[in-house]
């Protein structure tokens, strides 16, 4: 008997340990932004986190002038990476189903209206009409690893979508090293699968589209469940943007026009099997506005979802949603 109560004794302790496994958090600033890494894991994974979040800011980081992105801009003979390549490849593919809308060469532009490496102190339609002549995601291209470019002046901005594909890169990580409860939050936006230390699905705030140009806004619209593996990305013009001479300049521009876009979207939240793909469809559904935007997204393959926050003509809220998200939703306030 003594034997039985031992044994069972034992085998209870095994399951307790198994199932207290921790739970860690890791947070720092990466690509002028900040994380947060929540992960269950027998072990800390703090140095093998750092060290790709290194590698990728040698890959994809426009801001160091060591990167791959950076001399690709310079116009210097660099092969590419795999990242690189992935995240080229998936902005080419955003690009055509968004009709253009997405487009990743508008770095010229985003500079011009300073929200890049410069600002300059007045824009004039001659500026931008000059620089609309060179940007176009059909004038560039991959060939043999290398980036080849229909004019020398082309520069590639990946903003709107490497914070996302960096999510997938660390999920990808965690999951190399046997981690399957994770959530990878980078600047925002967000990868997860599996648990949260509580044993219930992820859950994620989506933001009421106030002025918020210091991130301190906890004011939540809705909240959504991610019960799957996903990403999930947001882009709001409530953050980014500055004023001058009493004129509200917003992140997103429109490659169409080369200026500020001015839709009603006031902020994108869009659901998808990686965040990559989250973020650029985000970033595309800002620039469209809400019925093209509506239109793009219900015309995609099954599994990404959106939720606008659209502003009205008696300065409220409209929210719109995909009929998959319905499900996902916890809390909304109309």
């Not at 890049?116 to 001659?126: A, H, I, L, M």
């Not at 659901?271 to 620039?287: F, K, N, P």
């Amino acid at each position: 008997m003594e034997k039985w109560i031992l044994f069972l004794f034992a085998c209870c302790l095994g399951v307790s340990c198994k199932q207290q496994t921790p739970y860690y958090e890791e947070s720092g600033t990466v690509f002028h932004t900040v994380y947060h890494i929540k992960y269950q894991s027998e072990q800390l994974l703090t140095d093998k986190i750092d060290a790709e979040l290194q590698a990728f800011n040698l890959s994809l980081n426009p801001f160091n002038p060591n990167s791959i992105l950076a001399k690709v801009n310079r116009n210097e003979d660099v092969e590419v990476d795999e990242w690189f390549a992935t995240v080229f490849n998936k902005a080419m593919e955003i690009s055509a189903r968004s009709d253009g809308m997405f487009d990743v060469t508008i770095a010229p532009l985003i500079n011009l209206w300073g929200f890049g490496f410069e600002r300059k102190d007045s824009v004039s339609q001659q500026m931008v009409d000059s620089l609309l002549t060179f940007v176009g995601y059909r004038k560039i291209r991959l060939e043999n690893n290398r980036v080849v470019k229909d004019d020398p002046r082309m520069m590639l901005n990946f903003s709107a979508i490497a914070k996302g594909f960096a999510c997938d890169v660390i999920a990808g990580l965690l999951e190399r090293e046997g981690v399957v409860n994770y959530m990878v939050d980078i600047g925002g936006e967000v990868a997860v699968n599996g648990l949260n230390p509580n044993g219930h699905c992820w859950r994620a705030g989506i933001n009421e589209p106030e002025d918020d140009p210091d991130g301190t806004n906890t004011r939540i619209n809705g909240i959504v469940q991610l019960c799957n593996k996903c990403g999930l990305a947001t882009s709001g013009n409530y953050r980014n943007f500055y004023e001058k001479d009493g004129k509200r300049y917003a992140h997103t521009i429109d490659p169409r026009t080369g200026y500020p876009s001015e839709q009603a979207i006031l902020s994108a939240s869009i659901i998808a099997s990686d965040c990559m793909t989250a973020d650029a469809y985000a970033t595309a559904c800002m620039a469209m506005g809400p019925e093209k935007a509506v239109q793009m997204m219900e015309s995609l393959p099954g599994g990404v979802e959106y939720y606008f926050i659209c502003s009205t003509s008696d300065k409220l809220f409209q929210v719109k949603y995909s009929e998959g998200l319905s499900t996902m939703l916890l809390k909304i306030k109309k």
